[in-house]
T-cell receptor, first 109, second 114 residues
Framework: KNEVEQSPQNLTAQEGEFITINCSYS?????LHWLQQHPGGGIVSLFM???GKKKHGRLIATINIQEKHSSLHITASHPRDSAVYIC???????????FGTGTSLTVIP | DGGITQSPKYLFRKEGQNVTLSCEQN?????MYWYRQDPGQGLRLIYY???????QKGDIAEGYSVSREKKESFPLTVTSAQKNPTAFYLC?????????????FGQGTRLTVV
């Protein structure tokens, strides 16, 4: 069983649609990260959050510590949002990060 | 601004050669990590270090070596003993667990061995 589970694994959307990617975790964490990886490209850190909600442009991340669940929302999706989105959480012992398997998003014009 | 820098972004090497990937941070983080990602797969832990001059093997350490001579630097050497070195490599750093864990990720290095 993975400590961090993401859904869906793959997602295709029409340009302009509202998108939600979910991340659930079964371990105790103090913060959760959302990362973006473009095909053939590097990793970009989108958010680090330990409670509540954060917003950056069209991206919104929320976390519910009690329910051990986080969501990444993209409003007014655009083809340039096409990428793999990964959630990650540091272990409480500091010996590793737990990574979700990633959600591959394709936004069609 | 504080951050973590991985270099280079793309790296090509001939089979049988050792290659060293650089990871530097100026965040005063104690812990640093190296992960490997293969196409269509998740990230797997190679090595981590929580203090200078000390490091621990992760799940897939065979064929790799690291050093932590300075707090800021955690280079990864992919040796000729690594059977399938072509992959995406990600470095991360964090402060040690506490009330709030801050973590940063490098942009990654895509290594291709020909």
């Amino acid at each position: 069983k993975n400590e961090v589970e993401q859904s869906p694994q793959n997602l295709t959307a029409q340009e302009g649609e509202f998108i939600t990617i979910n991340c659930s975790y079964s371990v105790g964490i103090s913060a959760l990260h959302w990362l973006q990886q473009h095909p053939g490209g590097g990793i970009v850190s989108l958010f680090m959050l330990s409670s509540g909600k954060k917003k950056h442009g069209r991206l919104i991340a929320t976390i519910n510590i009690q329910e051990k669940h986080s969501s990444l929302h993209i409003t007014a999706s655009h083809p340039r949002d096409s990428a793999v989105y990964i959630c990650a959480a540091p272990s409480n012992t500091g010996n590793q990060f737990y990574f979700g398997t990633g959600t591959s998003l394709t936004v069609i014009p | 601004d504080g951050g973590i820098t991985q270099s280079p972004k793309y790296l090509f090497r001939k089979e049988g050669q050792n290659v060293t990937l650089s990871c530097e941070q100026n965040l005063n983080h104690d812990a640093m990590y190296w992960y490997r990602q293969d196409p269509g797969q998740g990230l797997r832990l190679i090595y981590y270090s929580q203090i200078v001059n000390d490091f621990q093997k992760g799940d897939i350490a065979e064929g790799y070596s690291v050093s932590r001579e300075k707090k800021e630097s955690f280079p990864l050497t992919v040796t000729s003993a690594q059977k399938n070195p072509t992959a995406f490599y990600l470095c991360a750093s964090s402060n040690l667990p506490g009330a709030y864990t801050e973590a940063f990720f490098g942009q990654g290095t895509r290594l291709t061995v020909v």
